[in-house]
């Protein structure tokens, strides 16, 4: 049965998201030093790591809870300042090499496309947009914690069975197992294979997004 419908995390599949948000919390720290926060650049980045683990990524007051753990008066100017900076780095995300290509190629197939990830769907659509391939979207389909229900429901909202249905992304557990229990089939994005007992039916892998035509006309 060919394959409808492929499903893709964001997140370190489409674009190098580890070494973005990397870059754009030095940034963002660098912003509030300059401005006069008084405390040095060392300390406010393990204190911006340590919220980010603790409230997680898509909480949106890390600045202002460390800026206001660490006291720092008329904390607000320096949080602004580190937001401005942060999103400024926003217009510098791009795309893994060939994979608008890839896409574009599945969509001209007659595939269609969503997006399948934990967090918010308007930080989502908002990647989509920045990366420049927002129109090659259906929907942007999102759970607190990737899971089998999670995505039969997408299956049922794509209006595809599991059988025409393929998920990738680049974590084995968040990604390729919950849609393989759906019965859907999963591209794992990994430049190194995982060990053999990973090697399940319906699981392909892939070094990058750019190979995914290939592969979904194998699965089809």
Known sequence: MAVKAVFLDIDDTL????????????AAVRAMVREGAGIPEKRLCSELERAVREFGS?????????????KVRGWARYSAAGIRAYHDEKDRMRLFPGA???????KRSG??????????????WDKLIR??????????LVSRKKSEPFFR????????????????????????KPALK???????????????????????????????????????
């Open 182 to 220: 759906a019965g859907m089939g999963a591209v794992l994005v990994c430049k190194n294979r995982p060990p053999a007992r990973e090697r399940e039916k319906n699981l392909f892998f892939a070094k990058s997004v750019a190979d995914l035509p290939g592969i979904i006309s194998k699965i089809g």
């Open 58 to 70: 898509n909480y949106p007051g890390h600045f202002n809870k460390v800026l206001r753990k660490l």
């Open 131 to 140: 990366l420049g391939v927002s129109e090659l979207f259906d929907s942007v």
């Open 153 to 176: 429901r997408a299956l049922s909202k794509a209006r595809v069975s599991a059988r025409e249905a393929v998920m990738v992304g680049d974590k084995l557990e968040k990604d390729a």
């Open 15 to 26: 674009f190098p998201s580890k070494a973005f948000a990397a870059r754009a919390r030095r």
């Open 100 to 106: 608008r290509r890839a896409l574009l190629k599945l």
């Open 111 to 124: 595939v269609r496309l969503f997006v399948a990830s934990e967090g918010v769907p308007v930080k989502q």
